[in-house]
């Protein structure tokens, strides 16, 4: 079964309303306040607002230069080829192209009156007013992405967690068989995430602290260290029983990966690890050697792995 979006419900409802109030007031070519409503409804307030600036602006040049160029060398079709020969290149100059086909329906009008007049001006701007005012008001209300984002929250602390303690589980025992398919799924999910908190934020004009938007940026900084930290693991021979207290951190903080802060709490648990970890004897052999390096490394990495986290929230519990 198909799904009607809120864009759908408002431009349906949006675009008779136009056509109603246009000719309610009795204004020429009415049925165009519909089509600048239509064009107008995005699927965010910023967005929203942005767009029926830039029609606007690009409405009133395009009157201003269709009103001089027709008057200037007559109401034929040539005519209209060159106003949108100098008009186009004023709004890409201007950074209001999205205003290019709105303007171009009021430039058309213009041709047809065959004349310019004050009336004229008038009737085309009331038109915008109407057909950007509505879809104004409708962008009023946008749907609350609060359950789709909490959804994906859930989804991307689940993988993370299993991510943790899969490596959690190979320093402990060796065993490669996890596939890393939970990666995989984490990027599509942050993909995601990224794009519902953009909208959030541009749904929320006057918030200054957007927190799933901070939070997933902060989930993406950590997932890029949770990437750099596999090559460093894949070249450690873990089937010795000295890197059972490394498994375990991570284990442990697979357990905890929640919005509510734990960094400072692992932190000091790692600080003890690395001073168990200086204490041992440095390895003789070269490969010993270099697969203490990476440990090292390691340790290094899951410590900006949950500074990160500390950063994003001071609280600790």
Same mark, same amino acid.
């Given at each position: ?45 910023r967005k929203s607002i942005l767009n029926a600036w830039y029609r606007f602006a690009a409405c009133i040049i395009g009157i201003a230069v269709s009103g001089i160029v027709f008057e200037t060398l007559g109401y ?23 205003g290019v086909v709105t303007s171009s329906v009021i430039i058309l009008h213009v041709y047809g009156s065959n004349q310019i007049t004050l009336d004229l001006i008038i009737n085309e701007i009331v038109l915008l ?20 984002? +909490? ?21 402990? $025992? ?80 697979? +357990? ?5 802060? $734990? ?5 000091? +648990? ?13 390895? $003789? ?33």
């Amino acid at each position: 079964m198909f799904r009607i979006g809120s864009r759908t419900i408002k431009t349906a409802i949006g675009a008779p309303i136009s056509i109603f109030i246009a000719q309610l007031i009795g204004l020429d070519n009415f049925i165009s306040a519909a089509i600048l409503t239509i064009l107008c409804i995005k699927v965010t307030r910023r967005k929203s607002i942005l767009n029926a600036w830039y029609r606007f602006a690009a409405c009133i040049i395009g009157i201003a230069v269709s009103g001089i160029v027709f008057e200037t060398l007559g109401y034929m079709p040539i005519a209209v080829g060159i106003v949108l020969i100098i008009f186009i290149p004023i709004t890409v100059k201007l950074k209001i192209t999205e205003g290019v086909v709105t303007s171009s329906v009021i430039i058309l009008h213009v041709y047809g009156s065959n004349q310019i007049t004050l009336d004229l001006i008038i009737n085309e701007i009331v038109l915008l007013i109407v057909g950007l005012g509505v879809a104004l008001i409708l962008n009023l209300y946008m749907p609350s992405l609060e359950s789709n984002l +909490e959804d994906v929250q859930k989804e991307v602390e689940k993988n993370f967690s299993i991510i943790l303690k899969e490596i959690g589980h190979f320093l402990k $025992t060796g065993d490669h068989s996890w596939t890393g398919a939970e990666l995989t799924k984490v990027a599509q999910l942050l993909d995601q995430a990224n794009e519902l908190a953009s909208r959030d934020v541009e749904n929320h004009l006057l918030r200054s602290h957007h927190p799933y938007h901070h939070y997933f940026h902060m989930r993406q900084k950590q997932f890029e260290i949770l990437e750099r930290m596999l090559p460093l693991i894949s070249r450690i021979q873990a089937s010795r029983d000295e890197y059972e207290y490394i498994g375990e951190l991570f284990e442990d903080l697979s +357990e905890n990966v929640q919005p509510k802060n $734990t960094a400072v709490k692992y932190l000091e +648990e790692l600080n003890q690890i690395r001073q168990q970890f200086n204490k041992e004897e440095l390895p $003789t052999e070269r490969i010993a050697f270099e697969e203490r390096a990476n440990l090292y490394m390691l340790l290094n990495e899951i410590e900006q792995y949950l500074i990160l986290k500390r950063s994003y929230k001071k609280s600790d519990i």
